[in-house]
């Protein structure tokens, strides 16, 4: 299975965004809803989840797998983007329509990472 350039761009954006979980665990904290235990464990879960299938990606024997992880770890993080819309301690400043617009952009990225299913 040949690789495309974009799939390395896909795959550097979730490995920056998973190293930013640890540069910056308390952005990540802040906007996890207080319904789910351990906002601390679940911010390094989803960030070395994050680099892992960032470097999935990359790798054409598993990319396939690496990109329904993708799939699966967007839909699981999606819960975040409800909070910071409805919680304004949440919600970093941003306004409303910038936060409501991050919801299709989900759809967006899921779309892309279904590419490379």
């Known amino acids: 299975m040949e690789l495309h ?39 390094a879960i989803s960030g070395i989840a994050e680099i892992l299938l960032g470097i999935g990606l990359c790798i054409p024997v598993v990319s ?3 990109a329904w992880g993708v799939i699966a770890l ?3 993080i999606f819960p975040t983007h ?7 301690k949440a919600r970093m400043g941003l306004p409303k329509w910038v936060l409501l617009l991050r919801m299709p952009l989900q759809l967006a990225l899921i ?3 279904y590419q490379y299913t």
């Open 82 to 88: 409800i909070y910071m819309y409805f919680d304004e």
């Open 5 to 43: 350039w974009h799939i390395y761009v896909m795959a550097f954006i979730y490995v920056i965004a998973g190293i930013n979980h640890f540069r910056n665990p308390r952005l990540y904290i802040k906007i996890i809803p207080p319904y789910f235990p351990n906002p601390k464990a679940l911010n």
């Open 74 to 76: 967007l839909i699981a």
């Open 64 to 66: 396939n797998y690496a």
């Open 111 to 113: 779309y892309w990472a």
